[in-house]
């Protein structure tokens, strides 16, 4: 899903890619791709306790927090028009500074 990491304002920026099919609107593939700094421990800490309360909102919150300016207006569009997108986005974001499942 991270593809292209770039040096923006002295934060580093990764893409991260996603597409599915839209079953809803006769079977379009979308694809998005956002670009998103690595979350600081103070907003990783505040997801995990949003999370408790309402997972959708803290992922989103966590995403529009980490994105780059350029990409915001976009894919808060997109959360609106695909509300499983943040959950997505989020949990990569989540997966990607080591939180996941050891299988056990």
Same mark, same amino acid.
């Given at each position: ?8 304002? /002295? &934060?580093?920026?990764?893409?991260? #890619?996603? =597409?599915?099919?839209? *079953? ?5 593939? +979308? ?15 505040? /997801? &995990?306790?949003?999370?408790?309360? #309402?997972? =959708?909102?803290?992922? *989103? ?5 980490? +994105? ?37």
């Amino acid at each position: 899903m991270a593809e292209e990491t770039k040096n923006t304002e /002295a &934060q580093a920026y990764t893409a991260f #890619d996603h =597409s599915f099919e839209d *079953r809803f609107s006769g079977g379009d593939t +979308v694809a998005v791709s956002y670009r998103f700094r690595r979350p600081t421990p103070q907003e990783v800490g505040r /997801a &995990q306790k949003q999370v408790l309360k #309402d997972s =959708s909102q803290a992922m *989103r919150n966590l995403c529009i927090g980490c +994105v780059h300016a350029e990409d915001k207006a976009k894919m808060v569009a997109d959360f609106e028009a695909y509300p499983g997108l943040p959950v997505t986005m989020g949990t990569a974001i989540f997966g990607s500074i080591g939180v996941g499942s050891l299988g056990n």
